[in-house]
């Protein structure tokens, strides 16, 4: 049973900042793409950002220049520090494992957290 863990959402005020933890096994971690997806009410699931494990990252365009994705190896850790956050961010945030090779493809979620964004 493959384990996503989330840890650090909660509500801040505008401009404000909070980091998101997901902490999964070695196997998992060492060989996969981990990304944070977002999910606001009445809007379908979309990315955040995602690194994969040599350590490439890509980001929204929305998040681009306030958001981080970092993975710490030693932790199997990967996380989304989130600066200059605004409401639009509101959202229940999703830890994504991912691995595709040749036609095999393996993905896992994490049970989610939310984020507020509100004065």
């Known amino acids: 049973q493959v384990q996503l863990v989330e840890s650090g959402g909660g509500s801040v005020q505008p401009g404000g900042s909070l980091r998101l933890s997901c902490a999964t096994s070695r196997s998992i971690f060492s060989s996969y793409t981990m990304g944070w997806y977002r999910q606001a009410p009445g809007k379908q699931r979309e990315l955040v950002a995602r690194i994969t494990s040599g350590g490439g990252r890509v980001y929204a365009d929305s998040v681009q220049g306030r958001f981080t994705i970092s993975r710490d190896n030693a932790k199997n850790t990967v996380y989304l520090q989130m600066n200059s956050l605004r409401p639009e961010d509101t959202a229940v945030y999703y830890c994504?494992?991912?691995?595709?090779?040749?036609?095999?493809?393996?993905?896992?979620w994490g049970q989610g957290t939310q984020v507020t964004v509100s004065s």
């Open positions: 994504n494992a991912l691995t595709i090779y040749l036609t095999n493809r393996a993905e896992y």
